[in-house]
């Protein structure tokens, strides 16, 4: 368990947040640092044919050791955190044995992880949890991914006991910022099926997902001196607050569940002569997305009308799709994935994602990949943690499916 913890503290305290307004691969320069860290990783550990191309996507093999034709399986993990809360100067703390009461993460700024408001803290109880120190986020999302797969593969190279296929493994720059998959090679990587390991509490087992798209909204206004504005001032600011209002009120995040969509505002920065709002649509279902763009744009063309004049552009962009459609005909792939975990006492949590993965758009690429689970909560914040056991499990769970893998293709 300390190896595993060890190595996970060190991914984490290097820095590499995305950047979602910059359109070079990788989007930071800093995701090269744990890039480079890994190569040599996975390369010290055994692993075969390490790469490490021009966009920051690292590849590797594990030889198959059986003499007959086993699918090849990958598993994949992303190097980048969320630029939605800094990932400079992470600091872990390591809580053992934990006793189901408050965590005071920053004592100078009063922060606390309480399970009154994080209930799922509850699940953990006795076990090894891992924090941030209110300060920064934690990372687990996806460097617990990371963790798991570089332990199961050191695992199965040190007990060579355990049959298995080839194995791919694949980490990937930009998932954060939605380009994970955009220069993914899937030709190159040459697994039948994958696996990414990017959920949440153990035992989650996912291949649906949003449906996803990303809008910006311009409003121009004018600045005239606000003593003589009458008749002449435009306060792009106002209309701004306009659209908001006229979206669906109840239709956001933090009122939404299960295959509920949402409209989620992301931004907003403005002046009077200048305002910008960007949001992220987000729908399982594919007609209701399609609707859900529809009722965007018609806001905007409502307000413009109601103006006389064009002064609100929206700017519109599909991201991913739900991955269902390209997993169903493969639903074997799912089923090894929930008997491996059966197999370890683990009872799976089959749901639709509430977000998006690499595997979303991966699969629509060729390569069907359900979600696992990697144990962390609170993704993309100040309090973020994961359990040290949950990262053990989900390296189990990795080892698991590579043997179920090769015992069913005997």
Known sequence: ?????????????????????????????????????????????GMQDVTLDDHCYIMATL???????????????????SPDYSGTNVKPQIHKNYDGKDILLNKAENIILSPDYFEDLLLYKGQTLITTDGTTLLGADDKAGITEIVSAMEYLINHPEIKHGKIRIGFTPDEEVGKGAHMFDVKKFGADWAYTMDGSQVGELEYENFNAAG????IHGKIVHPGYAKGKMINAMLIA????????KNEIPQKTEGY???????????????????????????????QRKVVFQKVADDLNKKLGSKLVEVEMKDQYYNM?????????????AEEAMLQLGIKPL????????????????????PNIFAGGHNFHGRYEFVAAEAI??????VVNIAKLTAEKAK
């Open 350 to 369: 089959i749901k639709a994602i509430r977000g998006g993965t690499d595997g979303s758009q991966l699969s629509y690429k060729g390569l069907p990949c």
């Open 241 to 248: 607050s306009e659209f908001i209002a006229g979206l669906p």
């Open 63 to 81: 030889p198959s050791n059986v003499d007959f034709k086993v699918p090849t399986i990958g598993f994949i993990a992303h190097i980048d955190t």
């Open 324 to 336: 269902r459609k390209q997993i169903e005909p493969v639903m074997h792939i799912v089923d090894i």
């Open 260 to 290: 509920e969509g949402f409209y989620h505002l992301t931004s907003m920065k403005g002046e009077v002569e200048k305002t910008e709002l960007e949001y992220i649509i987000r729908d399982h279902d594919m007609k209701l997305f399609e």
């Open 1 to 45: 368990m300390q190896k595993i913890i060890d190595r996970f503290v060190k991914y984490v305290q290097v820095d590499t947040q995305s950047d979602a307004n910059n359109p070079d691969f990788p989007s930071t320069e800093k995701q090269w640092d744990l890039a480079h860290i890994l190569v040599d990783e996975l390369k010290e550990i």
């Open 215 to 218: 809008a910006k909204v311009i």
């Open 392 to 397: 053990q499990l989900a390296t189990d769970v």
